[in-house]
């Protein structure tokens, strides 16, 4: 039973433009979300994260939303760059310490120049 | 610091041996976690660590996975008598026992193929 999803498993985005990925969950318990990026032969690396009393966070070009109610949240990468393509994985964690990470199967960005 | 190394990097082995994992964590982070990752996936929760206490196991880890950190410092993850579903990419992370993002930092992972 996955409680992560990630149900886009691609997409591309012309450089410049704006990245949208998707996630949804389904424990209303979990207290954090995150999300990582992903590059082939490395593991995943932090991007950024909101808690579950936020509904946004930015950081520079990333900004993540949060719908409690729909049990959806999103991340927006603007502007998109070549250098962001790569695997997105959507994760979240119960509890207000770090507990162990529950995470979506990913979504594959490409950005074309 | 450098980050969380893991060893080897790469792990080639023939059904029914035993291998062994090693992870160093960040330094001063006490808590460690290993998680599993197979093609198409994203990573699975096994383990994790608060020193040298072993706080949690998934129903994922089966009695022929043990892990270890017996210092507090590193840890090793042992799979005995593996399987071909064995195959994965085994990836540690480590982290404080509270951040502000709860954030986990991630080694690059040792990619097991059971032959």
């Known amino acids: 039973d996955q409680q992560v999803k990630q149900n886009s498993p691609s997409l591309s985005v012309q450089e410049g433009r704006i990245s949208i990925l998707n996630c949804d969950y389904t424990?209303?318990?979990?207290?954090?979300f995150l999300w990582y990026k992903k590059y082939p032969a490395e593991g995943p690396t932090f991007l950024i994260s909101?808690?579950?009393?936020?509904d946004k966070n930015e950081d520079g070009r990333f900004t993540v939303f949060l719908n409690k109610s729909a049990k959806h949240l999103s991340l927006h990468i603007v502007p998109s760059q070549p250098g962001d393509s790569a695997v997105y994985f959507c994760?979240?964690?119960?509890?207000?310490?770090?507990?162990?990470?529950?995470f979506g199967k990913g979504t594959r960005l490409s950005v074309i120049a | 610091d450098t980050g969380v190394s893991q060893d080897p990097r790469h792990k080639i082995t023939k059904r029914g041996q035993n291998v062994t994992f090693r992870c160093d964590p960040i330094?001063?982070?006490?808590?460690l976690y290993w998680y599993r990752q197979t093609l198409g996936q994203g990573p699975e929760f096994l383990t994790y660590?608060?020193?040298?206490?072993?706080?949690?196991k998934s129903r994922l880890l089966s009695d022929r996975f043990s892990a270890e950190r017996p210092k507090g410092s590193f840890s090793t993850l042992e799979i005995q008598r593996t399987e071909q579903g064995d195959s994965a990419m085994y990836l540690c992370?480590?982290?404080?026992?509270?951040?502000?993002?709860?954030?986990?930092?991630f080694g690059p992972g040792t990619r097991l193929t059971v032959t």
């Open positions: 992370a480590s982290s404080l026992e509270t951040g502000i993002s709860n954030e986990q930092y």
């Open positions: 424990n209303s318990m979990f207290d954090y």
């Open positions: 909101i808690s579950s009393i936020k």
């Open positions: 994760a979240a964690s119960v509890g207000s310490g770090n507990t162990p990470l529950v």
């Open positions: 330094s001063e982070h006490n808590r």
């Open positions: 660590f608060q020193n040298e206490a072993q706080l949690e």
